[in-house]
């Protein structure tokens, strides 16, 4: 009977164990297509009222990490993207959106991003 | 007394004609000032028209305002119009990616068995790395619709990116997503009316990053060529002529001309004084046979050697480009991961899913006899690997009239060849089978040579190679141009690897050097003796 629980608790802890890890890998669940372009709009607004001088990003996903932008979207640390009060103003779905987008297309991810 | 005089009225008398020599003969290569070369004068009055003018405003034409979702519906609509645009297409290398070469039963080109020691081969357009210049929509190779916009629209916009995008937004329920589809539709349709001939953005972006970067491939083609300034390329700056691509590579039902093993530029060599609709290719179609100022000992040059040879001193002048590849040093892992190492110029000298590189800038070019086709080694040729083989050289020698001597990049590298057959081998690099992504070369080049129909022993090593580009753009303005002296000289003249005949101030033969100096000392007592006898007969009668 002991046994045969500590079976059926280890098979529990590794399918558990191996569903988190791999959720985890997969990164954040939004619609990165989206979040490009969410982005790209966050951007343009911000240079129209003079938080950036170009109108179209200069910064890709392809400019660090998954790992690095896991860390700042997480920690929420956008200062070093920009554009401070257009991300303030940007519901969470959204961000989670452009999260997708630089997640996804980091430059050791699968499809880095690139110029074209 | 009177033997002195003698004397000095003889060391006088030669003074004089040295100088007088001297003088004649920088006299006879040197005109006037002011005077133009003869070759200018015809190049700037081919060229006299520098702007093109159109009869359409693609803006206005209605089957480009619409709605796309994908690209095969942009063909369509320039198809409207432009209906054998396609089929012309169809036949071009640029499509097929087939060349013909020197054996009729060959398959040359990037879609047959043609390899370099780059990425070494497209393996039948399976490598979808490759693929990615192939002007098509779906870069599945020939079987798509043909991208009229990668050579013929100067917006810069993104078309592949947008149009998949679109495609995916509708099948969207997302009201934003529908949005922002509306949004790149009118993108779209605002960038496809920007219709041209191509331009330099256009061809450079397959020809300025051959090989998988900026300069890797030719020497002569880099991204310093799509600004350049007359320092770099006289006929490209845009403080000088400003020319595009398209102004020398004229085309014939989308055939451009310049192509170097199928279509020898050399042999349209002709003025355009002869035809007025021959392709502008070579520099004798603007410049002539005789560029150079009247009496020009230049002009004695132009049928032994190419204008390049002289007018590009060296090539990766702005940018830097590689020069060496080993294939053998690839797999190399740190903490069991592929790295790279950047080395001078802050391009990589180690990739783990590439080898070892050596780069190079402001190179001085290595000169052959070329008539303008190249050898080709393909994947189906036998090698010899105890010599380093010539996966491309030029074809040329000094007993052939087309032939001149030609400067040359040579890329050299060590890449992987079958024991057993002794072939050069085509491994696959991108993708999932690929060597990037399994960093296995036996089972890389397994697939690689069942794509192009080779059979491969399952024995590999690496072989030395060498490939050669001949140098033709990134020509120097004149006072830039490789002085005399560079060839003309005893020690590290240029052309120190083209032997066989003798070069004046290069070679030295007893019996030229002695018939040469008998000539002069004789020419000088001849004019001496003549000028002391009239001296001194003179002199006689006058007293």
């Not at chain 2, 998949?164 to 009201?175: C, H, M, R, T, V």
Request: one cysteine or more; a neutral charge.
């Amino acid at each position: 009977m002991f046994k045969k629980s500590m079976i059926t608790i280890m098979v529990l802890i590794f399918v558990l164990v191996s569903f988190s890890m791999a959720f985890a890998s997969e990164g954040p669940e939004g619609n990165d297509r989206k979040g490009k372009y969410t982005y790209r709009k966050v951007y343009k607004a911000c240079s129209e009222t003079g938080g950036v001088e170009s109108a179209t990003p200069t910064i890709s996903p392809a400019d660090k990490t998954m790992g690095q932008w896991k860390e700042i979207f997480e920690n929420k640390d956008l200062d070093e993207v920009g554009c401070k009060d257009n991300w303030a103003a940007l519901p969470d779905e959204d961000i989670l959106d452009i999260y997708s987008y630089f997640y996804k297309h980091a430059s050791d991810s699968p499809t880095p991003a690139k110029c074209k | 007394m009177k033997k002195r005089y003698f004397i000095m009225t003889g060391l006088i008398m030669l003074a004089i004609t040295a100088l007088a020599l001297s003088f004649q003969a920088v006299y006879a290569s040197t005109p006037p000032d002011g005077e133009e070369a003869v070759g200018r004068t015809l190049a700037k009055q081919a060229v006299k028209n520098s702007q093109r003018w159109t009869t359409v405003d693609h803006a206005k034409i209605e089957a480009l305002n619409q709605d796309f979702t994908s690209g095969e519906e942009i063909t369509k609509a320039c198809l409207s119009c432009h209906s054998e645009a396609a089929t012309q297409f169809h036949k071009s290398i640029h499509w097929t990616w087939l060349a013909s070469g020197d054996k009729s039963d060959m398959r040359y080109g990037k879609a047959g068995y043609s390899v370099n020691n780059f990425c070494i081969s497209g393996n039948a357009m399976e490598d979808k790395s490759c693929l990615s210049c192939h002007p098509a929509w779906n870069k599945k190779g020939v079987q798509g619709e043909v991208n009229c916009l990668q050579c013929h629209n100067s917006s810069g916009f993104n078309f592949n990116e947008a149009l998949g995008d679109i495609e995916a937004f509708s099948k969207d329920g997302d009201p934003d997503t529908k949005e922002m589809m509306k949004d790149l539709q009118n993108e779209v349709k605002e960038a496809v009316v920007k219709v041209t001939f191509p331009t330099r953005e256009n061809c450079g972006d397959c020809h300025f990053t051959g090989g998988g970067g900026d300069g890797v491939k030719h020497g002569d083609l880099d991204t310093s060529l799509t600004k350049p300034n007359r320092m770099l390329d006289v006929h490209m700056g845009t403080d000088g002529k400003d020319f595009s691509c398209t102004r020398c590579h004229t085309t014939v039902d989308h055939n451009i001309a310049g192509r170097i093993y199928t279509n020898p530029a050399v042999a349209t060599r002709k003025s355009l004084l002869e035809d007025d609709l021959a392709p502008k290719i070579t520099c004798e179609s603007c410049h002539s046979s005789e560029p150079h100022k009247n009496d020009s000992k230049m002009n004695d040059h132009t049928d032994v050697v190419s204008c390049q040879a002289c007018h590009i001193p060296t090539y990766a002048r702005v940018n830097p480009t590689k020069m060496w590849w080993d294939w053998s040093k690839a797999g190399k892992m740190k903490d069991g991961k592929p790295y790279v190492e950047k080395g001078p110029f802050g391009k990589p000298i180690y990739k783990s899913i590439k080898g070892e590189f050596k780069w190079e800038k402001n190179v001085v070019p290595e000169y052959f006899w070329s008539n303008g086709s190249q050898t080709s080694t393909t994947a189906d040729d036998v090698i010899d690997p105890a010599q380093i083989v010539k996966v491309s050289h030029p074809v040329g020698d000094r007993t052939d009239p087309e032939s001149r001597i030609f400067p040359f990049k040579i890329h050299r590298g060590k890449q992987p060849y079958d024991k057993v057959h002794k072939k050069l081998l085509a491994p696959l690099l991108s993708g999932e089978k690929g060597y990037w992504e399994t960093l296995d070369m036996n089972a890389a080049i397994e697939h690689g040579n069942k794509a192009i129909g080779i059979p491969y022993s399952g024995e590999f090593d690496y072989v030395e190679t060498t490939y050669a580009f001949p140098i033709t753009h990134m020509v120097a303005p004149k006072e830039n141009a490789v002085n005399c002296t560079q060839c003309h000289i005893r020690e590290n003249s240029r052309l120190a690897n083209i032997t066989g005949f003798y070069m004046p101030g290069r070679d030295k033969s007893y019996l030229f050097d002695t018939i040469g100096w008998l000539s002069v000392l004789g020419a000088l007592a001849g004019v001496l003796l003549h000028g002391m006898g009239g001296f001194f007969t003179r002199n006689g009668k006058e007293e």
